[in-house]
């Protein structure tokens, strides 16, 4: 079946660095789209970031631009996401997902991420 396990989360101070990985099976990751999400305590989903199947594309919210970079590896059938310069408005359960118009997104179980001194 598919899974999506998302892991590097965790406890950081304000201005440090922090990657995340996704490892995926189940499903052809190498021909597909990825992107994280996240969703910070009270609010809703908000998307991160993108990258195209291989790797040439890349996309990201103002909010992170600059400071978070997507990458993959489609050997090794995982997503990364590296973060720097994080910020106390970081702080969220970051999901990598699968997204598709044919078929409903995959999605991973979260890991949280909490940016504070």
Do not use: H
Not at 77 to 90: F, G, V
Not at 105 to 112: D, S
Request: proline share 4%; with cysteine.
């Amino acid at each position: 079946q598919v899974q999506l396990v998302e892991s590097g989360g965790g406890l950081v101070q304000p201005g440090g660095s922090l990657g995340l990985s996704c490892a995926a099976s189940g499903f052809s990751f190498s021909t597909s789209a990825m992107t994280w999400v996240r969703q910070a305590p009270g609010k809703g989903l908000e998307w991160v970031s993108y990258i195209n199947s291989r790797g040439g594309s890349t996309s990201y919210a103002d909010s992170v631009k600059g400071r978070f970079t997507i990458s993959r590896d489609n050997a090794k059938n995982t997503l990364y996401l590296q973060m720097n310069s994080l910020k106390p408005e970081d702080t969220a359960v970051y999901y990598c997902a699968a997204p598709s118009a044919i078929r409903p997104w995959y999605w991973g179980q979260g890991t949280q991420v909490t940016v504070s001194s």
